[in-house]
């Protein structure tokens, strides 16, 4: 099956936020994070389930045949999918989730590692993470705030909505939310009357959380998706967990007020400026500390001074890979971090008409790119120092190391093996098990010559360790003598067993042809009694008339055979009877049963009369089954009769409206009239659907899952009715806009007459949008003379969403739209008109009310230059306000 890879970026216009690395590394998760995140995103899924009335139970179980994760997506998209297999083999289950998945990435989205089979395995892991990558896509990516979206734009928003509460300082998605004061704010800001917020304390996060989450779940219809165990148990909850859950509030909440939105911008001008100083700040304190690790670390790695043991140089090298392993990744990441803050800045100021920022003496990212090479360098002449050093004390025990082992292995294959070779098993034996032993013997034999090689290799060591004179050569020597004299013993064992066994085999040949004769004829007599008794009892399961008929032919055939089986029974019996009267003529020494087969005379006769038995009770069932088929007829004709005639009517009926909505009769006012008459006799045709639902009911209380008279199912026709009534109503709504664009911007009927006409000529494929090709010819047709650039910009307006298509209503909105981007100043005065009211001027007292404290109080110090000898006391006008925000060289 396909593996779909996910990046969660697929062009600058999703802003969609980056898969964090903890994810995809080795599919680790910490255990609590994932009871968190199972928690969460159950609810969450739950909270959109519920809308088409079901939801889960367990989050990795019950997505594994793709039909709820199917639905899910239908729910939050709004739209519909593919139509899902309803079988419950795995080919099913996953082709279901792959429809799912090519959906997830139709939008826009590239899996990464995430494929159907590990959903349809219940894999925990990679079931959170699709279920992430849902939530991302549609909860979270089309957060906007200011210039910010997805998660930065969700931190913002909360940063932003927190701001004037105390204790509340909102930094991430995960410890920021431990003391529940943050869940509670966001309340309290939009519905200050749910929550009275002086009465809660920072030490109290219990009961914060808990306060937070009743008051959500209660009025703002936010479902409990954690509770405030799995937050406050945690040193770092879950980031996201916490995400999910905050973006249902922001969800909530979405809508911000006109004033507010004017005070962000100004928060945005101050906020850059003070985020671009700390950033120096970070800058020069990083470089320092990682230029004093690197001085304090070279020392150490420049130390060569021997050890005389393995087990020295052995823990030298372990605390070379700590330093590799614990002690140098962090600073791997750390000077990662001050190039990409270095480069950041830079970029910043420079956007901002700001100066470069230049470091310290000594502290430019050239100097610690100089001072890192310098480590890497000494670090490898260590590595290399100490692999040397340690090759060179390993080669001094080689050989007497190799000379034990050798032994050793030796020694434990021939344990056991003089006992093996003088057991008297054969003599009790059966044909089988005197002909398995030979080949056992043999085996052995095999096995015997194969470990020669190994004892003179032995022998060869032990010479070469006497002539090197080592230390512990008595040892080795006596080592090496026993090992030989045992190899001789062996061989003469060898020998003597393989006589004995050979003369045993021929005593038993003979009984042996009697019992294979016994085993070839009893064993598919015995196969075909177990398969008649299994169809006997077997559970048919039939849809049709003509099903149940083929089954009682086959029945009559079968009791046809009856006779002929008896008498091969009974020619059986005779053969085991024959083998009875030779042992106990010749008083042979069975040591067990046939070795042919476990079949006994006594298992054949209770198996024949268990067939007799059966054949009846079958007989009984085939006439049962054949009168409930007659009545599943009658109720497939009566369903396929009604079908037949409904189906075709919808399909006519969804034509006709795509004609209406193309055509271009009358006023937009008389096309409203004679869609909304048309409407009308669409709704008084539900009865018959009603009665066509009465007898789908009927057929599916009788199990019936098929019907040959009628290509249309109950499914259809639902899904036909539907979409004949979406169509209906979303035609009879293009029509209310257009007269709404027609009457807001002055549109005669002529013009409406020429845009349709426009857009109708250049929908070739005649669907009711223009793909993006048609209408760039659309607009050269019109007189427009554009580049690429200015084209895409005019698509950013007609599609903004990216689909690829342009609606007749986008149409005629941008062909009737005279507006051009809003400049700087046209932004300052709406900011400056929103807080100043009907008043010419706007007092420090209303900046400080409307903006955070620190925020407010650093934008007027930087207008105080500005106010005029003749201004009110406290006030500022436009010019001031202006350009305190902007500079004079924007206005």
């Known amino acids: ?131 992430w990558t849902i939530i991302l896509r549609f909860a979270i990516q089309d957060i906007s705030v200011e210039e910010t979206s997805a998660k930065e734009g969700l931190l913002l928003w909360c940063q932003r909505k927190t701001a004037p509460y105390k204790n509340v300082n909102i930094q991430n998605f995960h410890i920021s939310w431990k003391d529940g004061l943050g869940f509670c704010a966001l309340i309290h800001r939009h519905r200050p009357e749910l929550i009275d917020y002086g009465k809660l304390r920072k030490d109290d996060p219990m009961t914060n959380l808990n306060t937070a989450f009743d008051v959500a779940e209660k009025y703002l219809d936010i479902p409990k998706m954690l509770d405030a165990e799995d937050i406050v148990g945690t040193a770092r909850p879950d980031e996201k967990a916490i995400m999910t859950y905050v973006s249902s509030f922001y969800h909530a909440f979405s809508g911000a007020q006109k004033a507010e939105t004017a005070a962000n911008r100004i928060c945005k001008v101050l906020a850059v400026n003070q985020e671009n100083e700390q950033l120096m700040e970070d800058y020069e304190k990083l470089a320092s500390d990682l230029l004093e690790w690197i001085r304090r670390t070279i020392p150490w790695l420049e130390n060569r001074a021997p050890e005389n043991t393995m087990q020295a140089m052995q823990q030298k090298l372990e605390d070379f890979r700590d330093y590799r392993r614990q002690h140098k990744p962090p600073k791997v990441q750390e000077k990662c971090q001050l190039e990409i803050n270095f480069n950041t800045l830079q970029t910043k100021l420079r956007l901002s008409n700001r100066p470069a920022f230049m470091p310290s003496e000594g ?31 390993e080669r001094l025990d080689h050989l007497a190391e190799k000379f034990r082992q050798k032994a050793a292995i030796h020694e434990t294959w021939t344990e056991g ?132 008929q083929g089954l009682s032919t086959a029945h009559e055939q079968f009791k046809a055979t009856l006779p002929d089986a008896d008498k091969e029974r009974g020619a059986i019996l005779g053969i085991h009877n024959e ?100 409407e009308k006799n669409i709704v008084n045709y ?70 349709r006409a426009s857009f109708n000529h250049f929908d070739r494929k005649k669907t009711g949008m223009m793909e993006a090709e048609d209408f760039k010819t659309c607009l050269i047709s019109l007189g427009y003379n554009m580049g690429e650039a200015e084209f895409s910009r005019i698509m950013s307006i007609v599609d903004p969403n990216r689909v690829g298509v342009v609606t007749f209503q986008a149409f005629i909105d941008f062909m009737s739209r005279e507006t051009a981007d809003t400049d700087t100043a046209d932004q300052v005065m709406a900011s400056f008109k929103v807080l100043a009211g009907d008043k010419n001027y706007i007092l420090a007292d209303e900046l400080r009310r409307e903006l955070p404290p620190d925020q407010a109080e650093y934008c007027i110090a930087r207008m105080a230059p500005y106010a005029g000898p003749d201004a009110i006391p406290g006030a500022l006008d436009y010019m001031s306000f202006s350009t305190a925000l902007y500079g004079e060289s924007d206005l």
């Open 363 to 393: 502290k430019m990212v050239s100097d610690v790119s100089n001072a890192w090479g310098g480590l890497e360098g000494a670090e490898k002449g260590y590595e290399e120092w100490l692999l040397n050093e340690i090759r060179r004390l």
């Open 579 to 678: 083998i009875a009267t030779i042992v106990a003529t010749y008083h042979v020494n069975m040591a067990g049963t046939n070795p042919y087969t476990t079949i006994n005379p006594q298992d054949i006769n209770a198996k024949w009369d268990k067939v007799r038995q059966l054949v009846p009770q079958r007989d009984q069932a085939l006439i049962e089954e054949h009168a409930r088929q007659q009545n599943n007829e009658r109720l497939r004709r009566q369903f396929a009769n009604q079908a037949n005639v409904i189906g075709p009517w919808i399909q006519t009926k969804m034509e006709e409206i795509g004609r209406i909505s193309i055509e271009m009769h009358g006023t937009l006012e008389d096309q409203l009239t004679h869609l909304r008459q048309y």
């Open 417 to 548: 093996k003089e006992v093996m070779l003088q057991a008297r098993d054969f003599e009790t034996a059966s044909l089988s098990e005197i002909k398995a032993l030979l080949k056992k013997h043999e085996a052995f034999e095999s096995d015997l010559a194969a470990h020669q090689d190994r004892v003179e290799q032995i022998a060869a060591i032990a010479q070469e360790l006497n002539e090197l004179d080592y230390y512990d050569s008595p040892s080795v020597n006596a080592r090496c003598q026993n090992i030989c004299d045992q190899w001789d013993a062996l061989g003469a064992l060898t020998q003597k067993r393989s006589e004995a066994l050979q003369r045993t085999e021929k005593l038993l040949e003979t009984i042996d042809q009697l019992y294979l004769e016994f085993a070839k004829r009893a064993a598919p007599f015995n196969n075909w009694m177990e398969g008649a008794m299994e169809d006997l009892q077997d559970t048919f399961i039939v849809h049709t008339i003509e099903e149940i």
């Open 1 to 131: 099956m396909p593996t779909f890879d996910m990046d969660p970026y697929d062009g600058d216009e999703n802003n969609y936020m980056p898969q964090e690395d903890d994810w995809d590394r080795d599919m680790l998760l910490d255990p609590a994070w994932e009871k968190q995140q199972r928690k969460t995103f159950t609810a969450w899924c739950n909270s959109h389930l519920r809308k088409a009335g079901t939801q889960i139970e367990n989050i990795e179980e019950d997505f594994r045949d793709g039909l709820k994760l199917m639905l899910l997506l239908e729910v939050i998209s709004g739209e519909r999918l593919a139509k899902p297999e309803r079988g419950k083999m795995r080919v099913h289950k996953i082709s279901n989730v792959n429809k799912a998945l090519h959906y997830i990435t139709s939008k826009g989205v590239k899996l990464v590692s995430i494929g159907a089979s590990p959903i349809v395995d219940g894999n925990a892991k990679m079931t959170l993470g699709m279920i």
């Open 686 to 755: 539900k009865p018959k659907i009603d009665q066509l639902e009465g007898d789908h009911q009927l057929i599916q209380e009788a199990l019936i899952f098929d019907n040959k008279h009628t290509n249309y199912t109950m499914e259809h026709i639902r899904v036909g009715w539907e979409q004949l009534l979406t169509t209906i109503a979303r035609t009879i709504n293009e029509i209310e806009n257009q007269i709404l664009t027609r009457d807001a911007k002055g549109i005669s009927q002529d013009q409406m007459n020429e845009f």
